[in-house]
């Protein structure tokens, strides 16, 4: 049997040294890629795009799609002028990531959104964000964590009626941090399904049992070779790509 391929999306960058200074580059970061092909999936990085029928050709290709971790979110995107806090956005990045999660969910594929990915996923129906972690008040764990990126730096806590309590088959976790922003207002047809101890969202879910739309905070990808858990979250995707 063949294995699903997984769509993941990708960024661009701008080259400032080397060979071809100011070239852009598209690109994702290689253990999306990794993490996808150990799960079993095929994994293809998915160069952003401007036009929408090419987009929603490109959902039509895949049997499930990562929405990968970056830049911070334009803030305009849900109604909000940017605060002092507000870090680098990618607004071409932000408009293909719309389009690309509104036509994964409308084509009924399973999307597992890391980080930034379950952060826009959030916007994209409707949710806001917190442009700084200081923003918040009670706020207080480390979610920029100064250790290696495979290393879990705290603790969440999950809801058992959630695809999340099911692939961990546990109410508590360690992740990895590495964000500076956070979910606000949850999305209309969305649900929380993990919070950090300061009550920080970590993990959102499309609330309905049809779908599989996954967003974490944390980056699962750079911990799949170690921990069995964050392999399952893959394999899930996986599995309902199938
Ligand atoms: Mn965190």
């Not at 079993?40 to 990085?45: A, E, N």
């Not at 509104?102 to 930034?116: D, G, Q, T, W, Y």
């Not at 979610?143 to 961990?168: A, C, K, M, N, R």
Request: proline fraction near 5%; include cysteine.
């Amino acid at each position: 049997m063949s294995r699903p391929i997984i769509g993941i999306s990708g960024s661009t960058q701008i080259d400032e040294g080397g060979r071809f200074p100011g070239s852009k580059r598209a690109y994702v970061y290689e253990d999306y890629v990794r993490s996808t092909e150990r799960a079993g999936g095929v994994p293809f990085i998915l160069p952003v795009m401007k036009d929408v029928d090419s987009i929603k050709q490109q959902v039509a290709a895949l049997d499930g799609i990562i929405i990968s971790g970056g830049d911070d979110v334009n803030p305009l995107m849900y109604g909000v002028e940017p605060h002092i806090l507000q870090g680098e956005i990618n607004p071409e990045r932000d408009a293909f990531d719309e389009q690309l999660i509104k036509a994964a969910v409308e084509a009924n594929k399973p999307i597992l959104a890391i980080c930034r990915g379950m952060q826009i996923l959030n916007v994209v129906f409707g949710g806001t964000l917190y442009q700084d972690l200081s923003y918040i008040d009670g706020s207080y764990i480390k979610h920029d964590q100064y250790s290696g990126p495979s290393y879990p730096s705290h603790s969440v806590s999950i809801e058992p009626d959630s695809f999340l309590y099911t692939i961990f088959e546990d109410k508590v976790t360690m992740i990895n941090s590495f964000h500076h922003q956070a979910v606000k207002d949850i999305a209309h047809g969305f649900k929380v399904t993990a919070r950090a101890k300061d009550r920080v969202v970590e993990a959102i879910e499309k609330d309905d049992d049809s779908s599989f739309v996954i967003g974490v905070q944390w980056h699962p990808e750079m911990m799949t070779e170690s921990n069995s858990q964050m392999l399952a979250l893959f394999e899930a995707l996986i599995g309902k790509a199938k």
